[in-house]
């Protein structure tokens, strides 16, 4: 604020926001016209409007009228959480569960305890219904503290926008049509010769499709739902009369196009798209749509649901923070699946070849393992559970053993998953976010949140897909490793790395209502172990990361959500003093963890928040600034990056990097953590609510769709 008030003092004015206030809300690219083009796909004209110069008070002028706006948040937020955890005091009963019971627990706890899981806290949320949008929130006594601490997010956000130049704002992909909008009527339909007028030079589209299909080259991971030789065969088809083409064929060629310049964007530019990739990507991700929406999904057209799928992919590699729009892609992604009975097994079908078989086989593991990562990754209900699918899991096989002779009613026996296959991947893949996929289930599901047995066998079924991982995509994430646990310029070392990562974030996710639960019944001692040990591990993969690997949504809740657990640990083990001799590991990891966020603080904001936050609430387990600065940890990694950054489908793009030295904690702490970590013992963390909350969207800003 003092350079802002220097400023105003020097005579220079606040520049007049040229976008509109949803667009700056949103961070969109806004076109400027009256109502804007975003304003206008969203159905929200009225909400589209300009800050004039009449309108804008200064901010030293709001400043002196009204005191620091941003002061009086924190104080507001700070009366909430001191008056719930004042109400939660004056409610609990001294005889009720105590998570932090200094007195060592008894041998017969268990038998004092019901043997579900019904007493751990759980909220079925509730629907909010405004003039405009329909959307689902966890329902608890945090969310008017969450609530504030978002509104406390957005005025942040709106006061540092107020304070930039234009000239510093950065283009967005998103300042288009986003995800599921495409589906739904938000791009207008086209005729068919605008839509070829569109296609690059035949020259051209040769060089890009090879690329595509070429498995351990291209960066970003694309399921391998499309037969080359078939689609080869039909390009070649196409080129001799392009008019009669079908329309959804064409759909999918521009979904490869798009991905292919998505790539380009991602890994660096030929000469002849030098400074294009951005702009065509955006184009034939529209044309993609034009083509699904003339051709009309709804009818069960060849192709249909690879388009989809495609399309898909590039939304998932295009948009980091999407998880409801992801969603509800998902869900039109599954209906038109089983519209088309994909559910169903090939091999009660007498009209399609084997070859065919075989791939609606791929497609259809590629759908449910989405609908699975989008249901665990945003936190909602699966759609396939449902659903009755006898369609096995596909053959481990190379495509040069399937046969393009349709003719061909008999495929070679699946190999083994210790011999690796452009499909093992998939495979392997599937099997674990299967796991996930149930865990998304049990924590949407009341009847199935009430029994610590169900928790026992999702456990068993995430423990024994992890087991089934061949060694070849195995990475073993020790803490205080000095070697580095995976190739570091080997693609499918990566595409490992997110399956573990996964593995473990599902641990935490499954099993961390009951850490506290641990203290006192042995029952739940196995939910504290696997808790612990995923958020070590997950915290370990910490160090072999670059700062640009912080802007992705995913990466940075996943590290948040290892950091939770353990700081939820130290907490209980802080009550019970016996225990602290065997905390200096957690706190040792955490250490190393908060200086890794430190050095990542230029990548993103949220990366610098996150910092802060970890950096205050670690001061509240020390001493002292003298004990926390002789014991901060300095670490060095010989190893750098060898690669450029790559995408990939279900986890963001890592890369490898040396560690930085230790941060140097401040020294008065933070009061709203230390209030939160005070908090009585039978005061439950909805986990819920906070997975909502660090998701990075606030409520009432995020997209809803």
Not at 225 to 245: D, Q, R
Not at 483 to 488: I, K, L, S
Not at 490 to 517: D, N, P, Q
């Amino acid at each position: 604020m003092a350079a802002v008030a220097q400023l105003h003092k020097a005579g220079r004015r606040n520049r007049i926001p040229l976008s509109c206030d949803p667009c700056r809300s949103r961070k969109l690219k806004c076109n400027r016209e009256q109502p804007c083009q975003n304003c206008t796909a969203r159905d929200e004209l009225s909400a589209c409007k300009y800050k004039g110069s009449r309108n804008v008070s200064t901010p030293i002028a709001h400043h002196e009228a009204h005191g620091d706006p941003m002061q009086q948040r924190i104080d507001h937020l700070e009366g909430l959480v001191k008056k719930l955890i004042e109400t939660q005091r004056k409610d609990s009963t001294v005889g009720g569960s105590d998570v932090g019971n200094p007195h060592p627990r008894s041998k017969h706890a268990s038998l004092d305890v019901a043997s579900d899981a019904s007493d751990v806290g759980h909220s079925t949320g509730t629907t909010v219904i405004d003039s405009t949008h329909s959307v689902y929130r966890g329902a608890d006594d945090w969310f008017d503290v969450l609530q504030e601490i978002n509104q406390l997010k957005k005025f942040w956000n709106q006061s540092q926008d107020d304070q930039a130049s234009y000239h510093d704002v950065q283009p967005n992909l998103s300042h288009m049509v986003d995800g599921s909008s495409l589906l739904f009527g938000h791009v207008k339909p086209v005729e068919k010769m605008e839509i070829l007028a569109t296609l690059p030079l035949k020259s051209e589209v040769d060089r890009m499709i090879p690329w595509f299909f070429d498995h351990e080259n291209f960066p970003i991971i694309v399921p391998p739902i499309l037969h080359e030789a078939t689609f080869m065969s039909e390009y070649g088809e196409h080129w001799k009369n392009p008019s009669k083409t079908n329309i959804i064929w064409l759909g999918l060629l521009f979904s490869i196009l798009g991905i292919t310049m998505l790539a380009y964007r991602q890994v660096g530019e030929p000469p002849e798209y030098e400074g294009l990739s951005e702009s065509l990507f955006q184009l034939y991700r529209i044309r993609t749509a034009q083509c699904l929406l003339v051709g009309d999904i709804a009818k069960c057209l060849p192709y249909t649901l690879e388009t989809l799928r495609f399309n898909a992919t590039a939304e998932l590699n295009r948009k980091d923070d999407n998880s409801r729009g992801l969603w509800i892609m998902t869900g039109v992604i599954v209906r038109v699946a089983i519209n088309m009975g994909y559910h169903r097994d090939p091999s009660q079908l007498s009209s399609i070849s084997a070859l065919q078989g075989e791939f609606r086989r791929r497609i259809w593991l590629s759908v449910a393992s989405m609908d699975d990562m989008s249901s665990f990754g945003g936190g909602f209900p699966r759609m396939i559970p449902a659903i009755y699918s006898d369609t096995m899991e596909p053959r481990n096989l190379h495509d040069w053993e399937l046969s393009f002779d349709e003719n061909t009613t008999n495929l070679p026996p699946s190999r083994p998953l210790m011999e690796y296959t452009p499909v093992s991947y998939m495979i392997v893949k599937g099997r674990v976010f299967r796991a996930l996929g149930r865990i998304a289930d049990f924590n949407n599901n009341p009847t199935l949140n009430s029994s610590y047995e169900t928790v026992l066998e999702i456990d068993k079924a995430l423990s024994e897909a992890h087991i089934q991982i061949p060694p070849y995509m195995r990475i073993h994430l020790e803490q205080d490793s000095d070697e580095c646990p995976f190739d570091q310029t080997s693609k499918l070392a990566f595409s490992s790395l997110s399956v573990e990562c996964m593995y473990h974030k599902g641990m935490c996710t499954l099993h961390r209502k009951f850490i506290a639960k641990a203290r006192f019944n042995s029952r739940f001692d196995l939910s504290r172990e696997r808790c612990i040990t995923s958020a070590l591990a997950l915290l370990s993969c910490q160090r072999f990361l670059v700062p640009s690997w912080y802007q992705f949504s995913q990466s940075r809740q996943m590290l948040v959500l290892a950091a939770m657990v353990l700081f939820l640990e130290l907490e209980l083990r802080r009550r019970d003093s016996t225990d602290m001799q065997a905390s200096s590991s957690i706190l040792h990891a955490l250490e190393k963890s908060c200086g890794f966020w430190k050095e990542a603080r230029s990548s993103c904001e949220e990366a610098s928040r996150i910092h802060q936050t970890l950096a205050r609430m670690l001061s509240s387990f020390r001493d002292g600034p003298t004990n926390s600065s002789a014991t901060a940890v300095t670490t060095t990694s010989p190893y750098h990056a060898m690669i450029t950054p790559e995408s990939f489908e279900d986890f963001p793009r890592p890369m490898l990097t040396s560690s930085p030295s230790q941060p140097t904690y401040d020294e008065k702490g933070f009061s709203l953590e230390r209030d939160l970590f005070t908090m009585p013992n039978d005061m439950e963390i909805d986990w819920a609510t906070w997975d909502s909350f660090i998701e990075g969207n606030g409520f009432e800003d995020g997209a809803l769709y």
